[in-house]
């Protein structure tokens, strides 16, 4: 296949899918086996749009690659669609969607060290609208559910990995993120001292009950076979 069609073909599948498209995908797409000379044609169709200024543009988002209207056109395309492409969160959503960004993998019991407050909420509404996930389970008391962010939560922000994320001593202080750290912590410190007090309440001693025990057979229940 020659590379001037070849670009064409990938413009064309960039133009008309709603999910990002791997390199490899889309070498699988046109029967090509060098996944890397794909990638440099993406490359090259990217700095062409770029450098031609066109109001569409070629982004890596989300582990692929999709074409998408330049931020400063996105008001005009609101317009045409109203509110519909907003994605409208409250204030606490948005909340435990940064605090779960910034520190994933995270339990529901560490968000709310950290927010004070209930997030049963929040949570729900994330997951509803697929921005967060349940990505397996701490290896502590109880094993709670750890929370982090989707595939869909790096389209919606623009972002191709969390590692695209600002570090986090660049938004906010050295003495809040330490606050933060603490408060996560305290929270498996509490429950830690509460699975040994719930033990010592236990009786120690086995020989008082061995007196507890019925002697009795024929009150005992059994099983006949």
Known sequence: ME?????????????????PLSADKIAKICDIRDVKYVSEKLQELKYAYDMEGKALTIISVAGGWQMSTRPEYGIWVRKLYNSRLTLRLSNAALEVLSIIAFKQPITRAEIEAIRGVDSSGPIDTLIERKLITNIGRKETLGRPILYGTTDEFLKQFGLNSIKDLPNLDSIISQDVIKNIDDKMKSVWNVKKNENISEGSTQPENKEEDKKNLPDNKDNQNTIEP
Do not use: G, P, R, S
């Not at 590379?3 to 960039?14: G, P």
């Open 3 to 19: 590379e001037k069609e070849l670009k064409k073909i990938i413009e064309t599948l960039l133009f008309i899918t709603d999910e």
